[in-house]
């Protein structure tokens, strides 16, 4: 019995998680359900409010019939002491009495009622006030799981796009690629061409460049501490400089 209540319990909580799920993804039916709920239940109370209003009437009623009662019952009571009948007078005041005893009951019981019937008609306003506010709420709070699940399910596609779990064929065709490249350097590398950046011979003749433009520049510079002069610069910088400044104090020793 133990095993089967225990698997009773897991299966009941499973259902029960699997409803609330479904029911997650539809507010549409639950905020609809609870709303026919408050209504059925508010017009219930309508009802019963209703009912109770209307005993209070008959109350009022039996309390009118009952003073117009205890009026007859003193005209009389006033006609027997005029006459002094001593016959139906003390009977007279006995039920003058005790009648006057139940309207005081009663006219406190439905001032007691009264009071409570107010208070209950100020509830029931209460309640359609809240009924209405439940309707407003309904659609906001209905909007806003919408705006927040598609939220959701945004961001979950968004981070499926590079998901770990890629493509078993794009994962076996990146794989063949560093593959087949390895390979091809490897074949190169027997075969003797070098195709990496920095080929041996290609930086010696670069290097023998550089030499050339070196010495290039140390011929072309004055020597240092000598201030320059026509005398220091050569005939091809003295030529530039007359290019671009015909005023120049070197334009006269072109001849030179």
Not at 69 to 80: D, N, P, S
Not at 218 to 227: G, S, T
């Amino acid at each position: 019995m133990g095993l089967f209540r225990r698997l009773w319990h897991v299966l009941a909580g499973k259902g029960e998680q699997k409803v609330r799920e479904v029911e997650w993804h539809n507010p549409e039916t639950v905020y609809d359900r609870a709303l026919e709920r408050k209504k059925k239940q508010a017009g219930q109370f309508l009802e019963a409010v209703a009912a109770y209003g209307a005993a209070i009437a008959n109350r009022q009623d039996h309390l009118r019939r009952n003073l117009e009662r205890l009026g007859k019952v003193e005209l009389q009571l006033r006609v027997a002491i005029n006459k002094k009948d001593r016959e139906k007078g003390p009977k007279l005041l006995q039920f003058k009495e005790s009648l006057q005893g139940m309207v005081d009951t009663e006219a406190s019981h439905l001032e007691r009622d009264q009071q409570q019937l107010f208070g209950l008609r100020e509830k029931l306003h209460k309640a359609k006030f809240d009924l209405e506010n439940f309707e407003t709420q309904r659609h906001c709070e209905v909007a806003q799981i919408n705006a927040l699940q598609a939220r959701n399910a945004a961001q979950e596609l968004y981070s499926n796009i590079f998901a770990q779990d890629e493509d078993p064929a794009l994962v076996a065709v990146r794989k063949r690629l560093a593959t087949e490249y390895q390979q091809t350097i490897l074949v190169d590398e027997l075969n003797g061409v070098f195709t990496g950046p920095e080929s041996p011979a290609g930086l010696e003749a670069y290097q023998a460049a550089f030499d050339s433009l070196c010495d290039g520049a140390r011929n072309a510079l004055p020597p240092a501490n000598v201030e320059p002069s026509a005398s220091n610069l050569p005939r091809t910088l003295l030529l530039e400089k007359k290019s671009r400044n015909g005023n120049s104090s070197y334009g006269n020793l072109s001849a030179s």
